[in-house]
């Protein structure tokens, strides 16, 4: 069984940096895409940063400059570098990969179970 597992989050002041991790794990074949969402308190999941297999990254435009997205293939790691971090970043992190199990010759998408962000004013 695959699954995602993040990482990193806590509490941090206003103007701080934190680094999230999502580790892949099981028997995967392959990730295309991977991205990480966040979802704040009574509003919907939005989509942050996705990055491709290649490399090719976009943002949301509330992060640009201050977030930084990364993978590292070999180790089937997502990252997410957040800099500069606003009260309005406090959210529950999630991430997201379109995945193939070994032997399944079909994609999935899968989430991780979410990390919290909390930035303190």
């Known amino acids: 069984q695959v699954q995602l597992v993040e990482s990193g989050g806590g509490l941090v002041q206003s103007g701080g940096s934190l680094r999230l991790s999502c580790a892949a794990s099981?028997?995967?074949?392959?990730?295309?895409?991977m991205a990480w969402y966040r979802q704040a308190p009574g509003k919907q999941r939005e989509l942050v940063a996705r990055?491709?297999?290649?490399?090719?990254?976009n943002y949301a435009d509330s992060v640009k400059g201050r977030f930084t997205i990364s993978r590292d293939n070999a180790k089937n790691t997502l990252y997410l570098q957040i800099n500069s971090l606003k009260p309005e970043d406090t959210a529950v992190y999630y991430c997201?990969?379109?995945?193939?199990?070994?032997?399944?010759?079909?994609?999935?998408?899968?989430w991780g179970q979410g990390t919290l962000v909390t930035v303190s004013s």
């Open positions: 099981g028997d995967i074949f392959s990730i295309n895409a």
């Open positions: 990055i491709s297999s290649g490399g090719g990254t």
């Open positions: 997201n990969a379109d995945l193939s199990p070994q032997g399944t010759y079909r994609y999935l998408e899968v």
